[in-house]
């Protein structure tokens, strides 16, 4: 069982939507609720980076090409973080997962997001 379970990527075009959903599958509930969440994404040959987190008190930062376009949430009783993307950008185009922060080593298969201009 992945540790991470990522879904909802897909083909958009520029200024399209996608929400993205990530199951932490090897949380249990008393170490996912106040674990820092977050959204990483990776693109061939460059660093993965990291997108949005959410604190267990529900505190988020983003990086600055997303601010204002992305959303990111979670849901404690799934076990589960969102990332809503709003206004898509070719430069969007990634592949996406989820993990803590800082990150563990166990990664998801991520889901890829691949935007069109």
């Known amino acids: 069982q992945a540790h991470f379970l990522e879904s909802g990527g897909g083909s958009v075009q520029a200024g399209g939507s996608l929400r993205l959903s990530c199951k932490a599958n090897?949380?249990?509930?008393?170490?996912?609720?106040?674990?820092?969440m977050a959204w990483y994404r990776q693109v061939p040959e460059k660093q993965r980076e990291l997108v949005a987190s959410i604190s267990g008190g529900r505190s988020t930062n983003y990086v600055d090409s997303v601010k204002g376009r992305f959303s990111i949430t979670r849901d404690n009783a799934r076990k589960s973080v969102y990332l809503q993307m709003d206004s898509l950008k070719p430069e969007d185009t990634a592949t996406y997962y989820c993990n803590t922060v800082p990150s563990g080593t166990n990664w998801g298969q991520g889901t890829q997001v691949t935007v069109s201009s």
């Open positions: 090897r949380m249990i509930t008393s170490t996912f609720n106040p674990a820092t």
